[in-house]
């Protein structure tokens, strides 16, 4: 075994760096494991804490009254490989350089403090390439100090692309980042008129300033039928008959759609193969055959082009494309299919394979939960707070939008995604002032109850009408930071429930999260006093 320790002298300012690297160099046993050299602790203290990197980042506080053990893998359970411990004037962080096969481990314990330890798996049974974390030292750098030197180290390497810049590159995001989401989310034979009535709720929205980016309806894997669930695999694309009047009406509905102005986004799922569908024996004659999605991830690059150039056989042209279940929570041991094993890393490169080859097609690539690794190949995602990732025990704040809010956009369930609202933000911890701060894309289905479809007899409605007064200023709100880095968050009182965020562009939102009051500065539509969100759930 081999290790490295340097140590790299920096300015006062930044203080200094420690590189700590571990290889296996010979020997005819094999390292499965490294545990134990980076473990630190921190005694319970008013004035020490962490920061976990679940989905927009948390503090986790040393004196914190409830229990947190959080365990996973970087990449997959945590959406940034950074982790930061403050204590006093003093901040350690480390940015995990090789973090594929990385195992965070958070372990709180009431009375006792923190402890963060980092633990190096086996790659296919072995250590078999140098794993390195970098450790940055320095006084009186907060947690915005910390995103900042992340982001730094991302720019230095020339792994760092903002929106602005991919709009060059794909003009069709420009387009897409200006609408306000509206879903409509499978076809339906019971509703004969619901194509008109969708139709007429997109014209509705732009009559009141909200331009709309059309979430398109799912297609079914094994062809149509109301008995068949709207699956959205790569196979639909196969069918001559995926919904209703075949890909006629299909086409003749995006025409529709776009001219009413809005940019088309369509779901499609890469990892799954269905027997019952066309193209399963093509797929498991080239050894591409799978049940689940770890064992045919290899070949999701191949399912993606497949699907891509039948769209354009087709003759059906999104603009955006979402690929769902990528970048989401994986915690897994060895995969295997048709061709051998497959190593985490090589798991994560072929997700971005796809990202890749969506946006050669001109379409922009989407995935469904917001990960470091995935936004160079990605531009939006469907939520950046998913369920399982939140911390009720933590303190939520924007960390992952300090590093990266201008190079993606991502949207945020306040109250709409399932009824049962088992996936939606807290109730108590103001889902309004945080679709805001979270610098979330607006959506109407992402409101509580905007699952539902929307009726004729909703409109003029004072319910429908608040909606529409709030959409708007959270679209004017977006549209105004949307490509402008977040500079800084600031807790602005001792409780720290009045926060401030800043950008680039001079922008600002102060939130107190004690009275669910925002004040807004530098947008068209916000009086720059104190206020209070439209209450949209009555």
Known sequence: MEFIFALRDKSADDGEELLVQVAQTGGRDRVRRVAGLYDWRLEPAANSYMIVPRSSGYILRSDAAE???????VGGAYSLPLAAMFRGDRTCYQIVDTWWDAHLNFNHVPDQGITLSLDWEASLGQLDYPRRVLFRFARDLDHVGVAKG????????????????????TPALAQFLKGAEYRWTHHDLDRKNEEKLVLANVRRFGEAEIPISFFFPKWPTEGYS???????????????EPAPGGWPAQIELLNKVRKLGCAVKIMIQVHQYSSQAPGFEEAKSLGKDGSNWNMSQRNAAWATETYLNKLEQRGFKPDAIYIDGYAAHVDYGEVRDAEGPLTRRQFYETQADCFHKI????????AELARFWAIPGCDFFFFTDWSRDRLREGEPIPFFQLVFHDCYAAHFSGGGYYNEGKYDWYADRHPRLYELMYCAIPSHNWLPGGSRPIEEADWGSDKMDRRLRWMKRWHNWFQQICYSEMTSHQFLNAERTLQRVEFANGVTGDFDLADGRFRIHGVLGFSGDWEEPEQVER
């Open 226 to 240: 109301p008995m068949t669930p709207n699956s959205a695999g790569w196979q639909s694309v196969l069918l001559d």
């Open 359 to 366: 946006r050669d097609y001109g379409i922009v690539p989407g």
């Open 150 to 169: 992340y982001r730094q180290y991302l720019i230095d390497r020339g792994e760092f692309t903002t929106l602005a810049d991919r709009t060059k590159q």
């Open 67 to 73: 229990a947190v053990e959080l365990s996973g893998f």
